[in-house]
């Protein structure tokens, strides 16, 4: 009878330890399977294809917020890797630097290094032209002074539009940039 009643105060006693562990693996996996399918992403895709990847990227991000104190470490590390890879992914740097961009001052460095690794002429950047633009603006804000060359390269040399919710205003290539220069400031 005492070793039945160690025995289960020692599975009482693990078993929190075994359903965190198991859990923690379950959110890897789920992360890293969202992650799979933001590299599969294309540009191009058609309609009702595209409308299948905003919805994955929906949820992902939905995940991403609901599970962030678990999720936060695996996107860090793993858009740490893809940064070290010879040819990143453009859409996981565009979607995991813009979403890390919204966290703590590191996570604003390692989404920088992102922005800054993208090929803003590769077709997936082009098709998501408008986080392109919102990633790049909220950059620009910051007044670090490797995002103006970016931006030269990014915005001067291809013609990008985009919305602006806020005053329900629609930007041509020229407002694009004077957006985009503007909040950088005197330097531009």
């Known amino acids: 009878m005492k070793s039945q009643n160690i025995l289960y105060l020692v599975f009482v006693m693990l078993f929190p330890l075994i359903s965190i562990q198991s859990s923690a693996q379950t959110i890897e996996q789920q992360t890293l399977e969202h ?89 997936i950047v082009y098709v998501n032209q408008q986080q392109f633009f ?16 970016f931006l030269d390269k990014a915005f001067l040399r291809q013609k990008m539009t985009a919305y602006v919710p806020q005053h329900a205003l629609g930007l041509n290539e020229t407002l694009v940039c004077v957006f985009l220069y503007g909040i950088h400031g005197e330097a531009s």
């Open 35 to 123: 992650l799979k399918q933001i590299k599969a992403i294309s540009a191009d895709a058609d309609e009702k294809t595209v409308e299948g990847y905003n919805k994955q990227l929906d949820e992902a991000w939905k995940f991403f917020d609901a599970k962030k104190l678990s999720v936060l470490p695996i996107l860090r590390r793993e858009l740490s890797r893809e940064l070290q890879r010879e040819q990143p992914n453009n859409m996981l740097l565009l979607d995991i630097g813009y979403y890390l961009r919204q966290g703590s001052t590191a996570d604003k460095e390692l989404s920088k290094a992102a922005l800054f690794s993208l090929n803003p002429a590769a077709e």
């Open 134 to 149: 919102e990633f790049a603006y909220s950059v620009a804000a910051d007044q670090d002074p490797r995002v103006l060359p």
